[in-house]
């Protein structure tokens, strides 16, 4: 079942904005069933029945389940996700110098994984067409706000001038970090493997060890 937070995602992004309130129900819908079937295995019939609404209602709107799930992925894109990360920046001490190497780790990856964990359903169905679909990871390169990656690269060259991480390129380490978080998040909405203060205590640790200097 959707927690909630989904439906806050796309009021917030004002994609709901010229929204019936079946179409509010049919993306609801649409999410769950994507979420929790995959789209190769949903059906619009499933997905109108949960919505409680017919299934012409469904076409009249979104044309077929490929238009259904752009309406998804695409609002993540576009809007949700460079909104996501710009509220990132503003709100965690990402813009700050970090004391320790832990401490940035720490930061830059709790707050991801609260934002994975409240909005799991949307992310297990756009992370799924990630890895599929190379639009989408091209578009997604594309949607980075320019000041995620400034500050980003700020607090890599202070802790690397300070001699608290390796002197690697900025892209090395990012790529490091990336592919150690991704097969955490990966794992936890692909694989339900369990995401608990344990298991993202040993992924800080385990970046740590990788970039210490």
């Not at 993540?76 to 970090?98: C, E, G, K, M």
């Not at 067409?129 to 990656?149: A, C, G």
Request: glycine letters at 2%.
């Amino acid at each position: 079942m959707l927690n909630g937070t989904e439906l806050k995602l796309f009021a917030d992004a004002h994609v709901l904005d010229e929204m019936t309130d079946k179409q509010v129900r049919i993306l609801l819908a649409a999410i769950e069933v994507f979420a929790e079937k995959g789209y190769a295995n949903a059906s619009t019939k499933e997905i109108a029945n949960k919505a409680d609404v017919a299934e012409g209602n469904i076409f009249s709107k979104y044309k077929n389940k490929r238009g259904l799930l752009n309406a998804i992925i695409n609002p993540v894109i576009h809007s949700i996700f460079p909104a996501v990360l710009s509220d990132f920046n503003d709100a965690s001490p990402i813009q700050s110098n970090y004391v320790t190497l832990h401490s940035f780790v720490d930061t830059v990856l709790r707050d991801r994984v609260q934002f994975l964990k409240e909005n799991s359903a949307v992310l297990k169905i756009f992370v799924s067409e990630l890895l599929y679909n190379n639009d989408v990871r091209v578009k997604l390169m594309q949607q980075f706000p320019t000041s995620y990656w400034k500050n980003i690269n700020h607090n890599l060259n202070v802790l690397k001038e300070n001699h608290l991480m390796v002197d690697w390129e900025n892209t090395e380490i990012l790529k490091l970090m990336w592919s150690v978080v991704s097969g955490m998040i990966v794992g936890y909405l692909l694989f339900n493997q369990p995401l608990e203060s344990k298991e993202i205590n040993h992924c800080i640790d385990a970046l740590v060890k990788a970039l210490a200097r």
